[in-house]
Antibody, heavy 120, light 107 residues
Framework: QVQLQESGPGLVKPSETLSLTCTVS????????WSWIRQFPGKGLEWIGY???????NYNPSLESRVTMSVDTSKNQFSLKLSSVTAADTAVYYC??????????????WGQGTVVTVSS | DIQMTQSPSSLSASVGDRVTITCRAS??????LNWYQQKPGKAPKVLIY???SLQSGVPSRFSGSGSGTDFTLTISSLQPEDFATYYC?????????FGQGTKVEVK
């Protein structure tokens, strides 16, 4: 059974960089797309972007200038960095898998989510 | 970006009721529409993908239909464990976008 687990600081100061890692267990990180999705306190969901196991990325244009994703296939992990955070970035951050068997795309496995609060 | 609009935002229903939730896309997305269920404190869970395909392990009382811009999620006979929030999500193009959610509450 594939499992995803987010890790990283739960509190980040304004203007600093949010850094999260997602560890994949029970399956390989290869041959899938791996996304970061966040959910705001009002419950809306926003897709941040995805990274393919090869390292290619696709970011949400609304966040593209602040987002960097990376993948480490040797550790079965992928990561998110979001720079210059503000209180508006406070959310639950999820990592999720997209099996991406074209043209079928959906999120079939999700991490449990990690709460990130931006506050001084 | 493709905007996804769900209706209603919330509904009250009883166990055994037939429940229908609709999702409209701001432009045609073919059948590239997925449905998720979310319970408090948990991650969303996929129910239906590409509009009408039932995810493995999901009860058959859940069904999806539609194409183009208009889609429907139906729960044929609501069960106690189905009280939750439901989201649609388009996978036709990036950025992927979600509906605002429909909360199914106890009547």
């Amino acid at each position: 059974q594939v499992q995803l687990q987010e890790s990283g600081p739960g509190l980040v100061k304004p203007s600093e960089t949010l850094s999260l890692t997602c560890t994949v267990s029970g399956g390989s990180i290869s041959h899938y797309y791996w996304s970061w999705i966040r959910q705001f306190p009002g419950k809306g969901l926003e897709w941040i972007g995805y990274i393919y196991y090869s390292g290619s990325t696709n970011y949400n244009p609304s966040l593209e200038s602040r987002v960097t994703m990376s993948v480490d296939t040797s550790k079965n992990q992928f990561s998110l960095k979001l720079s210059s955070v503000t209180a508006a970035d406070t959310a639950v951050y999820y990592c999720a898998r997209d099996p991406a068997v074209a043209p079928i795309y959906y999120f079939d496995y999700w991490g449990q989510g990690t709460v990130v609060t931006v506050s001084s | 970006d493709i905007q996804m609009t769900q209706s209603p935002s919330s509904l009250s229903a009883s166990v055994g009721d037939r429940v229908t939730i609709t999702c409209r896309a701001s432009q045609s997305i073919s059948s590239n529409l997925n449905w998720y269920q979310q319970k408090p404190g948990k991650a969303p869970k996929v129910l239906i993908y590409v509009a009408s395909s039932l995810q493995s392990g999901v009860p058959s009382r859940f069904s999806g239909s539609g194409s183009g811009t208009d889609f429907t999620l139906t729960i044929s006979s609501l069960q106690p464990e189905d009280f939750a929030t439901y989201y649609c999500q388009q996978s036709d193009s990036t950025p992927r976008t979600f509906g605002q959610g429909t909360k199914v509450e106890v009547k």
